[in-house]
């Protein structure tokens, strides 16, 4: 079979042009970059210093200060018209995973800085006789993102505050209704990560994924308003949904492309098949 179906997906989810975007700094160290297409709106903010190849916080040297004047940023260029909101949710801005947290950012002005960000993503599969059963969400269609599309049965992004598993554990009751004890259950495999020109800005993350094996008698239950409906499809089925580049949700299609390579639907032997893992990872 031919990856060029999940090298396609590999590739639009890499689509980055660095040209666009001038170099972002807090505390002295590169955290992002914004759109070079509004650095004259930037100019001349109180909160920011221009530096001969980008901008710099101007604040305090302290955690606190610093996401105080970032949060103040943001609602000064939420006003001009940029392209940014709020979703009342706070990222960690840092430079790789495990760094102690420069600031804590709205998540919905990271793109627009180009922070790096993390999120978790569970694949939540059936074993029977003739192979693996997996579940998924179709998104609502009132979501901002990918409505109607399709998506792992939980992922969420990684809020300030937070560990891995405790996030997981939070967006697996609120999207599946998946409780505690059987979560506990759940083995972190594998990350993925890209780079995109999206949303007024950019997105450079990384996905944590893990799998949770489940028995017939499993059935998910939304807590929120994430999915409409949910669906348990046989693998094979998966993999002719893939084909469609309409059907899922940018970004879940790497995790289930991972997937299909953890789990031998992928043979070491494809032409291809080290690229594809590699790229995976960018």
Request: glycine letters at 8%; aromatic letters at 10%.
């Amino acid at each position: 079979m031919s990856l060029d179906t999940y090298f396609r997906y590999i590739e639009a989810c890499n689509h980055f042009d660095p040209a666009d975007f001038l170099p972002f700094y807090i505390a002295g160290r590169l955290v992002g970059r914004v759109p070079a297409a509004h650095a004259s709106a930037l100019d001349g903010r109180p909160q920011l210093e221009r530096h001969a190849d980008g901008f710099a916080l101007v604040a305090g040297d302290s955690f606190a200060a610093r996401s105080e004047v970032i949060d103040s940023l943001v609602g000064d260029l939420i006003a001009a018209g940029l392209p940014l909101r709020r979703r009342k949710e706070k990222f960690a801005v840092v430079n790789s995973w495990g760094d102690e947290p420069l600031a804590a950012l709205d998540r919905g002005a990271v793109p627009f800085f180009g922070i790096k960000a993390f999120g978790v993503h569970l694949n939540v599969f059936v074993r029977t006789p003739e192979g693996l059963d997996m579940w998924l969400g179709r998104r609502s269609r009132t979501k901002p993102v990918a409505p109607g599309q399709l998506d792992n049965l939980v992922a969420g992004g990684q809020p300030i505050g937070l560990t891995l598993w405790e996030n997981l554990a939070k967006e697996a009751d609120e999207e599946a209704g998946i409780p505690a004890d059987l979560i506990s259950y759940a083995k972190p495999v594998s990350a993925v990560s890209y780079r995109m020109n999206a949303d007024g800005g950019s997105r450079d993350d990384v996905l944590f994924a893990y799998d949770l094996e489940v028995d017939e008698a499993f059935k998910p239950v939304s807590h929120d308003d994430e999915h409409e409906a949910f669906l348990r499809l046989p693998l094979a089925r998966v993999i002719e949904l893939l084909q469609d580049p309409h059907e899922f949700k940018f970004n879940v299609t790497l995790v289930l492309v991972d997937f299909l390579v953890r789990h031998g639907y992928i043979a070491a032997d494809s032409p291809g098949f080290l690229d594809l893992v590699k790229a995976l990872r960018r």
